[in-house]
């Protein structure tokens, strides 16, 4: 059973995301029925990196222009170098991760990512981990940071970097899926077979009077 069926995640990225950190989620995210939207500062595609060397071109489905936090029911955060360091300049993405934790939204975090959401003032009192480089700069920004493969607090979860990365996302489905609502797996409700059926079946008898009706005419 697919845990995150209907789900909308959001994934904020920019230009120099750390690759595996991206593609790796997203790939388990759609297993599971999310149904994922690439955000950005611009449109066309963005550039990731495998730690210094770049790497392939994502596509962008939707800029910061063009979307809010409440039109999605989570939201994911890659790391990378340059990534996180694009994305805190901009005043639409600190908006929109403000937003997010404002509607409790449940937020998967990794590497470098928490930088956005220190410029966000966002991490007075929470507690997570990142990739060791930003340490200081998490507990600076009133953080609590723990050497941990995994670090959950409320909506949050957390986790160092790609060596991670399979903790991360089984930690985030886990989260993600807590945060199911009827509203969402409404969404992904079929029509119940049998009303097609009906639907056909009057369809076809209504066709076969006509026809009767025109043969009589004809006769």
């Known amino acids: 059973m697919k845990k995150l069926k209907g789900m909308r995640v959001a994934v904020l990225a920019a230009d120099g995301f750390e ?3 991206l593609t790796r989620p997203v790939k388990r995210l759609e297993k599971e029925g999310a149904h994922v939207t690439i955000i950005s500062l611009h449109k066309g595609r963005i550039r990731g990196m495998n730690l210094l060397v770049p790497g392939k071109k994502v596509r962008v489905d939707a800029t910061l222009r063009e979307v809010k936090a409440a039109d999605f029911d989570a939201l994911l955060l890659p790391g990378g170098f340059m990534n996180p360091d694009f994305l805190r300049q901009s005043a639409l993405a600190l908006d929109f991760v403000r937003d997010a934790d404002l509607l409790d939204l449940p937020i998967a975090v990794i590497c470098h990512g928490p930088w956005l959401l220190a410029s966000a003032g966002l991490l007075e009192g929470r507690h997570l981990t990142s990739w060791p480089g930003i340490r200081n700069d998490l507990e600076n920004a009133g953080a ?76």
Do not use: C
């Open 19 to 21: 690759q595996v950190e």
């Open 144 to 219: 609590h940071w723990t050497d941990e493969p995994v670090v959950r607090d409320g909506n949050w979860v957390s986790s160092r970097g790609p060596h991670d990365l399979l903790a991360f996302e089984h930690a985030l489905v886990e989260l993600y899926a807590e945060r199911m609502t009827p509203a969402i797996v409404q969404r992904e409700v079929a029509v119940p077979r049998w009303p097609r059926l009906i639907a056909g079946g009057l369809a076809a008898v209504a066709t076969l009077g006509l026809v009767a009706r025109g043969r009589k005419a004809l006769a």
